[in-house]
């Protein structure tokens, strides 16, 4: 299973890269779950990971755009996939729009990853409708990071069936969602082709700096199965310290 971390700056991207991050995501956390960077910051973090990086696979959100503002998808999807990245991830609710904004995204040329809005549950009809429809993969995700994790918002029985359907097309396939290192063997029983974190891996919430020492301890645990230790918090740190 790899790795996929999201990130908001060239420093961050170059953080998670040199960590050993497999897929590196642009995105905003302070604009929502699928917050859109500005088109000259995801450019110049792409340019970034090209010179040092270029094995890195780069994903980028086109934002938290509602599934009725068609146009507006479509524009974003152009916009993101200009800046050179590998994959434009586009949130899907579930409704009634849905089918329509998938097969547009189908056909617009652009390597589409649909991130289907796990909050409301998923429509099986639609997940197996996007499979069908030869996307670089499918994922699954939140919207409210605060109601806890894609394992709270989803029973397992659901998140299975996701991860079996994109299988069976031979769709990549992958999971996020508010996910914590204790999700990790959950995950492994799962075993989709990645998992995204970008809580997990801060100092604070999803919206603080990413934390070197947490990326590393979540990427020891992923890679190895090694026991998660987090890392001492600022105060240990002094208290420990102290005593020498």
């Known amino acids: 299973m790899k790795l996929l971390v999201s990130v908001r700056s060239v420093e961050e991207a170059?953080?998670?890269?040199?960590?050993?991050?497999?897929?590196?995501d642009l995105k905003e956390p302070g604009r929502g779950a699928l917050g859109r960077l500005p088109v000259a910051t995801i450019a110049a973090i792409v340019a970034a990971l090209g010179r040092q990086h270029g094995e890195r696979r780069v994903?980028?959100?086109?934002?938290?755009?509602?599934?009725?503002?068609?146009?507006?998808?479509?524009r974003s999807?152009?916009?993101?996939?200009?800046?050179?990245?590998?994959?434009?991830?586009?949130?899907?609710?579930?409704?009634?729009?849905?089918?329509?904004?998938?097969?547009?995204l189908a056909a617009?040329?652009?390597?589409?990853?649909?991130?289907?809005?796990?909050?409301?549950g998923l429509a099986a009809a639609d997940v197996a409708h996007a499979c069908a429809l030869g996307f670089a993969g499918v994922m699954a995700d939140t919207q409210d990071k605060?109601?806890?994790?894609?394992?709270?918002?989803?029973?397992?029985?659901?998140?299975?069936?996701?991860?079996?359907?994109?299988?069976?097309?031979?769709t990549m396939v992958g999971l996020a969602g508010a996910l914590r290192p204790e999700h990790a063997a959950l995950l492994r029983g799962l075993a989709p082709d990645f998992a995204g974190f970008r809580s997990a891996v801060c100092a604070g919430d999803r919206a603080s700096a990413l934390d070197p020492a947490r990326l590393q301890a979540l990427m020891a645990l992923m890679r190895d199965q090694a026991p998660y230790r987090p890392p001492p918090s600022s105060s240990e740190r002094t208290r420990s310290t102290s005593l020498l």
Request: with cysteine.
């Open 77 to 104: 999807v152009q916009e993101v996939g200009e800046c050179g990245v590998d994959y434009v991830k586009v949130g899907i609710e579930r409704g009634d729009a849905a089918r329509g904004v998938l097969d547009a």
């Open 14 to 24: 170059l953080l998670a890269a040199d960590a050993g991050v497999d897929f590196i």
């Open 59 to 74: 994903s980028a959100t086109i934002g938290d755009v509602p599934m009725h503002e068609g146009a507006r998808i479509a």
């Open 146 to 170: 605060k109601s806890g994790s894609l394992f709270d918002v989803l029973p397992l029985d659901d998140l299975r069936r996701f991860v079996d359907t994109a299988r069976g097309s031979g």
């Open 108 to 120: 617009s040329g652009r390597s589409v990853v649909p991130v289907f809005i796990a909050d409301r």
